[in-house]
């Protein structure tokens, strides 16, 4: 963590009624890391280049979808449900802090860019809508998150550590969102509709999914590959939760899809005002 | 379905360093499936089990408080029942 943003830095980015000392108190600050009693991601060397873009796109779509997460914090329909899906938050936090670190200061790479240098996809960004919405978004991403997962976890490449670690969070994020869908499409007359629903409004967002990434380190065929197994996997699911593959395009001027060039839906800018606000209006302010 | 009709489970944690499943709480989940997830992100999330047990509350019998005397009280003056009252044998180890 750099000890740059005194008040001229802050001035361009929000308002500056932050504490007065809070520049200077982060001279000797070890981190937010030794506050908290949570253990900083370190060790593993900044990475540059085309394998830096890509931690930043896949960083951003841990934090993002983690932040979408967290909204359910007293919101979620049962507490049980809550605790789950503040599970899952946490564990796409966890990663996203691994992959922001590899790529730069990670408070800096979350708190203070601007909309336009996030590189998540849009799938990410969507609001959580009904819970089916939320499922339908939790499946798409997380069967696809353990997919290329698995196969950055055994290829060596620079994201293999954290991959390695994380891909047994993702079996689990994608086994609770497969529960979800079965009993969802599988219930009631209502929680029927509103799952199909879902999968077919956040269908078009799937296709960015599988744009190539270069830096990852993976075979030209990977994104293809995994596409094809995807579609299987979704396939088989909905199939079991009596669903129907929804039949809209998933790549072309009809789909969506330029998150990781920079360009985000509606709803991403107010997420994250609000998600920034606070490190913003009180730049280095601590517990 | 709302959350009144879901039942309630009892959860069994079996640490890591323990031989026997331990009552740990209970919570709401419509089947056992997901009565198994609940319990694993409830009552293991700081690693506190290697097994998990859920078990319908319903299915649980328990004895009543208003037999609380005739079922207790009777053992409470027979201390004699306690193996305390032995020497132990020369060359019994691990008594």
Known sequence: MTADHGPGASAATGPANGPANGTASRANDPGIGARSGVARPTGEPRLTGAPATAALALGDDALVLSHRLAEWAGHAPVLEEEVALANIALDLLGQARLLLSLAGDEDELAYLREERAFRNVQLVEQPNGDFAVTIARQLYFSVHQELLYTRLAAGGGPFAAVAAKAVKEVAYHRDHAEQWTLRLGDGTEESHRRMSAAVNGLWRFTGELFQPLEGLGLDPAAPAAMEAEWLERIASVLGRATLSVPDGPRHGAWAAGAGRQGLHTEPFGRMLAEMQHLHRSHPGASW | ?95
């Open chain 2, 1 to 95: 379905m709302s959350h009144d009709d879901w039942p309630l489970w009892e959860v069994f944690v079996r640490s890591r360093r323990g031989l026997s499943h331990t009552h740990a709480g209970s919570l709401h989940a419509p089947d056992a499936e997901l009565a198994l997830r609940n319990a694993r992100d409830l009552y293991t999330r700081r690693a506190e089990g290697v097994s998990i047990w859920v078990v319908p509350s319903a299915a649980v019998a328990a004895s009543s408080p208003d037999e609380k005397d005739a079922f207790f009280d009777p053992a409470a003056d027979k201390p004699y029942r306690h193996p305390t009252f032995y020497d132990i044998p020369e060359g019994v180890r691990h008594l």
